[in-house]
T-cell receptor
Framework: GAVVSQHPSWVICKSGTSVKIECRSLDFQATTMFWYRQFPKQSLMLMATSNEGSKATYEQGVEKDKFLINHASLTLSTLTVTSAHPEDSSFYIC???????????FGAGTRLSVL | RKEVEQDPGPFNVPEGATVAFNCTYSNSASQSFFWYRQDCRKEPKLLMSVYSSGNEDGRFTAQLNRASQYISLLIRDSKLSDSATYLCVVNPRSGNTGKLIFGQGTTLQVKP
């Protein structure tokens, strides 16, 4: 079964609204989670690293005020796309890895469509 | 130069064929290597880790050449269900433990 749960799986929203995506580790505590974005026919691109109890680390070119990340517990990280626009339409995927080992497990992804 | 490069394909092969994918990475200090499989509109799923000595899992064989910074995946006796995009993934371990760099992916289509 899934070890990382992501919700919702699909969102359609109007331009200007904010969308929150949740990522939960089900069988382990994750001090670090990762948020990726994937545009059609492109690779996954790391957006930010979510750190439990501290600020997220954003990759170059990713606006931290637009993509708000909160990692308030050891099993939950949230990504909020604020004031979404059509160009934010994409497949957003989170991942986490257990404390031991270097295997990352991915959530099922959230397909965001901004009209 | 991209950090992880793959031929995007598509590779169209008949059932039963053997197919090989290649991948190169730019960071010579990279520590961990993986092949992930991604089906259309789904999340990536780990296919196998890649070890320096090479490793095999059923019909799948992965090889790593650190000197050439090259990773390969061999699929024998292709099945229709092998049709997917195969992602070469590298962990550069450059300060951010667990940060993964993904290749563009190689698309495989196995035909009856």
């Amino acid at each position: 079964g899934a070890v990382v749960s992501q919700h919702p799986s699909w969102v359609i929203c109007k331009s200007g609204t904010s969308v929150k995506i949740e990522c939960r580790s089900l069988d382990f505590q994750a001090t670090t989670m990762f948020w990726y974005r994937q545009f059609p026919k492109q690779s996954l691109m790391l957006m930010a690293t979510s750190n439990e109890g501290s600020k997220a680390t954003y990759e170059q070119g990713v606006e931290k005020d637009k993509f708000l990340i909160n990692h308030a517990s050891l099993t939950l990280s949230t990504l909020t796309v604020t004031s979404a626009h059509p160009e934010d339409s994409s497949f957003y995927i989170c991942s986490a890895h257990p404390p031991i080992g270097n295997i990352q497990y991915f959530g099922a992804g959230t397909r965001l469509s901004v009209l | 130069r991209k950090e992880v490069e793959q031929d995007p394909g598509p590779f169209n092969v008949p059932e039963g064929a053997t197919v090989a994918f290649n991948c190169t990475y730019s960071n010579s200090a990279s520590q961990s290597f993986f092949w992930y499989r991604q089906d259309c509109r789904k999340e990536p799923k780990l296919l196998m880790s890649v070890y320096s000595s090479g490793n095999e899992d059923g019909r799948f064989t992965a090889q790593l050449n650190r000197a050439s910074q090259y990773i390969s995946l061999l699929i024998r006796d292709s099945k229709l269900s092998d049709s997917a995009t195969y992602l070469c993934v590298v962990n550069p371990r450059s300060g951010n433990t667990g940060k993964l760099i993904f290749g563009q992916g190689t698309t495989l289509q196995v035909k009856p």
